[in-house]
């Protein structure tokens, strides 16, 4: 079962324009990822942050966390078309040391011209 | 390349017959894990080892699929009596405990 849900599961937005994706997810979690997936392809970690953190930067990327909400945000600023793929959120439950990566259901973003 | 590598990366069966897959890890890395994925969908957890020890298997999963992970190193996903509804990507990711996972570029099973 996924513990994630991607919010929304569509998005459409011009080049050069912000794209936001939301994931909430059910359990206490140790942390969340985000990762990318081009059609066909492999996942990419883009960005990893823990329960104890609020926001996170890298590049383009910037990812928040409220665990009272128990919800994630990507933000990616100044899309170009190349960011055209799949997002997911993921989460490690906070179980001690054995905790399963598990996926949300995923953000299909197009960026077009 | 240090990467996770996976073999093959595309296998069409006939359905009932066996198949398996193979994923090497990045050597370091002590967690592996197995996804499916369908078109459109998220990752479906499989199943996944830390070093040798298999943790967990998912609850959806029938006694037909099988995983291994002999030594802690490589590890083989086996599908037994395959059916039309195991066609899917099956992919394979490794990481350090509770850090980013690195997949690999999937194996394509297609049952006809």
């Known amino acids: 079962s996924q513990q994630g849900e991607e919010d929304p599961q569509a998005l459409s937005i011009q080049e050069g324009e912000n794209a936001t994706m939301n994931c909430s997810y059910k359990t206490s979690i140790n942390n969340l990822q985000w990762y990318r997936q081009n059609s066909g392809r492999g996942l990419v970690h883009l960005i990893l942050?823990?329960?104890?953190?609020r926001e996170k930067h890298s590049g383009r990327l910037r990812v928040t966390l409220d665990t009272s909400k128990k919800s994630s945000s990507l933000l990616i600023t100044a899309s170009r078309a190349a960011d055209t793929a799949s997002y997911f959120c993921?989460?490690?439950?906070?179980?001690?040391?054995?905790?399963?990566?598990?996926f949300g259901t995923g953000t299909r973003l197009q960026v077009t011209l | 390349d240090t990467g996770v590598s996976q073999d093959p990366r595309h296998k069409i069966t006939k359905r009932g017959q066996n198949v398996t897959f193979r994923c090497d890890p990045i050597s370091e890395h002590n967690r592996l894990y197995w996804y499916r994925q369908t078109l459109g969908q998220g990752p479906e957890f499989l199943t996944y080892?830390?070093?040798?020890?298999?943790?967990?298997k998912s609850r959806l999963l029938s006694d037909r699929f099988s995983a291994e992970r002999p030594k802690g190193s490589f590890s083989t996903l086996e599908i037994q009596r395959t059916e039309q509804g195991d066609s899917a990507m099956y992919l394979c990711a490794s990481s350090l405990q509770n850090t980013e996972a690195f997949f690999g570029q999937g194996t394509r099973l297609t049952v006809v």
């Open positions: 080892f830390q070093n040798e020890a298999q943790l967990e």
């Open positions: 993921a989460t490690v439950r906070n179980t001690g040391t054995a905790s399963k990566l598990t």
């Open positions: 942050i823990r329960s104890n953190e």
